[in-house]
């Protein structure tokens, strides 16, 4: 009686399927690629606006040379705010990338802070309920110290319709909207309250907060979309 060839079968089925799916992926990245990509233009971050409801920008900040160098970003805005009625500062820093697939892209906050001399103590995420949006947007939550100094850290990476916190997520959503979309622009968006001995950490994320909700909505107007 002849052997069944059943199960060798299926083992050849199930390899060719996950090569043809490898060779797949690899075709559509090559082509990806190979697409001179569409890169769109933005307004320049500096026309964001100096209020924000109560919120009121107090001062700009300019980047130092250096740090201009390695960031490579094609647009960056950093600015100090107040709080009108509570007193709260916090700081908004963006930066903006047209396009990712000449080595520009996005530091991660949890890499380069530790490098300007800031520890990370706790670390998290939390969800903020923003204008615009359908559900909460998730975004990532640091503690950091330098000395005696503390600070809450809130970061994360945007599209004009598209909030992701994970560094993992965001590399896929770049491949993926290479490929569907022929583009890769971000934008890195971090906002730092400071953290008073006489403050409590649930206070910092309230105000953290309550910034990202004020400007939430005037930015997404500066993202292509």
């Not at 971050?45 to 980047?63: G, N, S, Y």
């Not at 996005?106 to 490098?115: E, L, R």
């Not at 934008?187 to 649930?202: C, G, H, I, K, Y």
């Amino acid at each position: 009686m002849p052997e069944s060839n059943t199960g060798g079968g299926i083992l050849k089925n199930r390899y060719a399927r996950i090569l043809t799916g490898v060779l797949l992926l690899q075709a559509a990245g090559f082509y990806a690629v190979s697409r001179r990509e569409a890169v769109l233009p933005i307004r320049p971050l500096e026309e964001l606006p100096t209020e924000f409801q109560a919120w009121r920008m107090v001062r700009a900040d300019a980047l130092e040379p250096l740090i201009v160098d390695v960031l490579r970003a094609d647009d960056v805005v950093s600015r100090v705010y107040l709080n009108q009625t509570t007193g709260r500062a916090a700081s908004l820093f963006v930066a903006f990338f047209g396009s990712q697939r000449a080595g520009q892209a996005p530091h991660s906050p949890k890499n380069c802070m530790p490098g300007s001399g800031w520890a990370p103590m706790e670390s998290g995420a939390v969800e903020v309920r923003v204008p615009g949006m359908p559900a909460p947007i998730r975004v990532n939550r640091y503690i950091v110290a330098k000395g005696e100094q503390k600070s809450l850290v809130l970061y994360w990476y945007q599209t004009r319709n598209r909030v992701i916190a994970s560094e993992y997520a965001a590399k896929f959503y770049q491949v993926a909207d290479a490929i569907r979309y022929n583009r890769t622009d971000t934008a890195l968006v971090r906002v730092v309250v400071p953290l008073s001995r006489d403050q409590s950490t649930a206070d910092a994320v309230t105000a953290a907060t309550q910034f990202v909700q004020s400007f939430f909505a005037s930015l997404r107007q500066f993202l292509p979309a």
